[in-house]
């Protein structure tokens, strides 16, 4: 039974070899040939009959396994050869959660087959910590649009190993510790201020605000990254480069590449995502090595100065750690890259709900009032730890709209696991943790759908003890274990910050009157790296004190 696949193409090929012998009679010929097809057609039926469709089905036909202590993984079979690919095009996050639904046991792992991908989802909190702790999925999936944008020699998609560490340890010490954050807070509150001076100065109303975040979140990054200052109000040549290598990339990144998983169709190009990476490849290189060179120029200043950027810091590593130009403009571009979309996308969620949540605004707004005074302003980093409610406003929001659903980028088993209920996972399989439906799970949440802030806060008014980054499954939005974000410290420092700042100083209003309130707001969602709003935010503003710059 266990090689029915197997002799089914064994029978085929031997019927074909005699086809030479016959090709003297045609009509013994057709047969051979009627006979090759069915054979061919049972393999493929075969194979995707098993549960999880066909990719799964190869895979326990030819390595004839037990099925271990947890059974077969249950999962919807998909299409013969491309198994379940609409799952993954538009919102997956939903689709992949509506197909859990509907298959018992298979929220809490799931199996299916992307072409000749194995590919697992969970939608459960215990076996996501599983997934994501455990370092038999320490690995990402090989992706052509990632290496073709050069993130294998970056963070995120680097094999896991020395090099990988290197650069996790180098970014943790010298980018993303405390320290360094904090050090920045001044410049932040210099970039909130823009924002508020640029929303304030457009000439109409109402106003799209996604442009100014997107603008404001990739200048934060250039400065904390780069040391390079750009200006919110006129945007140079350089950012508008920048800006639209993001965009591209973005675009690239998040689309499902169908040659990833179907490998008879890598040599095509169909969707033209090898032709798309290069070109933008040959642009970063040009913006970064400009950027390197200008920073070789005042290196030496730099360290006798005992200051610098994360460009001086890569500049000065030494023996082992050392990184050749090709994979300092990798690690670069992946930090501009991975910084600055994320956090314009959380900021807009944030105040959209502010704008359909009247009571929730109102209640933020006298809680900055109490804390920086109603005519002060939000000048730095200090007030937030005083601000429980804007907390609570922001991981309310990250619950109900996480900017990786599906935690942006997967993991890969390197090695075959067993995780919780038993379920064995082979090496070489693709796991993807379905955080948006774990924060949507009443299971898990109480009335998940409603947006309620006050989970977030405990008694007396304290923050709760909830922490978002990652040791409690039932909301990680920044994913977990050795490969979690390593930028979560600086992301929520930005949109607290940023937020306060915006909710401070303006109203947020829907842009008609007559809408009941926050019926305006279009909360559909488009899923390309991140899952943003489909519609930009549209508000009205009023200025909420007095000597607004
Ligand atoms: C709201 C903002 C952000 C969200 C929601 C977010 C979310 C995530 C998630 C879900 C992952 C995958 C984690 C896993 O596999 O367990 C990730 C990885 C990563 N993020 Fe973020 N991120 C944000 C901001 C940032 C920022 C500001 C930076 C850097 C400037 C950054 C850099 C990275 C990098 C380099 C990785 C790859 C880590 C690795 O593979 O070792 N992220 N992020």
């Given at each position: 039974m266990g090689s029915a696949g197997e002799s089914g193409w064994v029978v085929s090929l031997s019927l074909a070899a005699k086809a030479g012998e016959l090709s003297a009679d045609p009509s013994r010929l057709l047969a051979l040939a009627v006979v090759v097809a069915v054979c061919w057609l049972t393999t493929l039926l075969l194979h995707w009959a098993f549960p999880g469709g066909p990719a799964w089905g190869r895979y326990w036909w030819s390595r004839r396994r037990s099925w271990g202590i947890g059974g077969v993984i249950p999962g919807p079979r998909g299409l013969p050869v491309v198994g379940s690919m609409g799952l993954m095009s538009g919102l997956a996050h939903r689709k992949l959660a509506a197909a859990a639904d509907a298959i018992p046991g298979a929220r809490r792992l799931m199996a299916l087959s992307l072409g000749d991908t194995r590919v697992v989802v969970t939608c459960d909190p215990v076996v996501a910590r599983d997934i994501l702790n455990c370092s038999e999925f320490a690995d990402r999936p090989a992706k052509e649009s990632a290496y073709g944008l050069m993130f294998h020699r970056a963070i995120g998609f680097a094999p896991y190993g020395a090099y990988w560490r290197t650069l996790r340890r180098t970014a943790a010490t010298h980018l993303f510790s405390p320290k360094q954050i904090s050090a920045f807070g001044l410049h932040?509150?210099?970039?909130?201020?823009?924002?508020?001076?640029a929303l304030n100065g457009l000439p109409s109303q109402?106003?799209?605000v996604r442009k100014i975040v997107k603008r404001a979140s990739l200048n934060h990054v250039m400065w904390f990254v780069f040391g390079k200052k750009y200006g919110l109000e006129q945007e140079t040549e350089e950012s508008k480069e920048l800006r639209s290598l993001v965009e591209e990339g973005y675009e690239l990144l998040g689309k499902l590449n169908w040659s990833d998983h179907l490998p008879f169709l890598a040599g095509l190009d169909l969707q033209r995502v090898r032709s798309?990476?290069?070109?933008i490849v040959r642009r970063v290189e040009r913006f970064v090595t400009r950027i390197i060179a200008e920073h070789r120029v005042g290196h030496r200043r730099a360290a006798e100065a005992a200051t610098g950027d994360f460009v001086d810091v890569l500049l000065s590593l030494q023996g082992s750690d050392r990184l050749s130009d090709a994979d300092m403009v990798a690690v670069l571009w992946e930090m501009i890259f991975r910084g600055t979309d994320t956090v314009a996308v959380l900021i807009e969620w944030v105040l959209a709900r502010l704008v359909m949540?009247?009571?929730?605004q109102a209640r933020l707004q006298a809680e900055l009032d109490a804390v920086v005074g109603r005519n002060g302003a939000v000048t730095g980093p200090e007030a937030i730890p005083a601000l429980p409610y804007l907390q609570a406003v922001i991981k309310e929001t990250l619950r109900m709209h996480p900017p990786g659903p599906l935690l942006s980028w997967a993991r890969l088993a390197t090695s075959d696991a067993i995780v919780s209920g038993g379920h064995s996972v082979p090496a070489g399989t693709t796991a993807m943790v379905n955080m948006w439906a774990i924060a949507r799970d009443p299971a898990v949440w109480p009335d998940p759908l409603r947006f309620d802030p006050d989970r977030f806060i405990g008694p007396g008014g304290h923050a709760a003890e909830f922490p978002v980054m990652g040791s409690d499954l039932r909301?990680?939005?920044?994913?977990?274990?050795?490969?979690?974000?390593?930028?979560k410290g600086l992301a929520m420092a930005t949109v607290e910050l940023w937020v306060a700042a915006l909710a401070h100083e303006f109203e947020w209003r829907a842009p008609s009157d007559d809408a009941a309130e926050g019926g305006d707001v279009d909360l559909s969602e488009v899923l390309r790296l991140s899952?943003?709003?489909a519609a930009p935010l549209t508000v009205r503003l009023r200025r909420r004190r007095r000597g607004l710059a």
């Open positions: 932040r509150a210099e970039i909130a201020a823009q924002m508020v001076r109402p106003v799209q798309g990476c290069n070109g949540h009247g009571e929730v909301l990680a939005p920044f994913g977990s274990g050795r490969r979690s974000c390593p930028g899952c943003e709003m």
